[in-house]
């Protein structure tokens, strides 16, 4: 336990670049990070063309210093989740740092093949800075929750089961672990974005 906290309290690495042509455009950069052990992340001027910056980080969290003072709304960013226990839909984390960039006008998450595509689209009412103050107060409640959602799943799943290597157990328990952690973000999500003028959609083909 406190080797997690020494390993959470540690500084987020700096994301490394990568090449930016290898990505044609939004939905080929999105077919290739899909499904990747690591996270990327792509940054989008025109989604019709490639992104005008890639980099890719750990697989647990990236920072990135957003370009400030770009026209608001004008830039897409997409990334994948490479974590098998949850990581359907953004992360609290994903939800902060896009009310900190004004910039952004459609942030997305790339999930697995089954979860499709989490899209979250900046409206003319959208309140970047009313979505930071209420995601901040928020943040730690939807962590504990999801967080425990998981982890019941994860022990009803187990109840009834002897310790295994069997690798598709694992890796049923796993998706019901995470589709249970997701379920309770979708939800809040679902609530809170309209309420600040975003609207929260799931693209459900996995292409
Ligand atoms: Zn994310």
Known sequence: MLKNLEQESKPIPKPIPIDTAQFANLSDGE????????EVQLIFLETNKPPIVAFQGG???????????VTPKLLTSTHNHPNIYWGGTFSQQDIISLSQ?????????????????????ATDKADYDGLLKQILEDEI?????SYKRSMLALGEFWQDEKPTDDQDKIARQSKRSRQEGTGVLVTYYKKILPEYGFVYVRDKKGR
């Open 141 to 145: 409640m939807l962590e504990v929750k």
């Open 59 to 69: 697989s647990k969290r990236v920072s990135y210093d957003f370009p400030k003072n």
């Open 101 to 121: 960039n004004p910039a952004i006008g459609m942030k997305r998450v790339v999930g697995r093949k089954i979860e499709g595509t989490y899209i979250a689209i």
């Open 31 to 38: 077919r290739k990070i899909r499904g990747l052990s690591k």
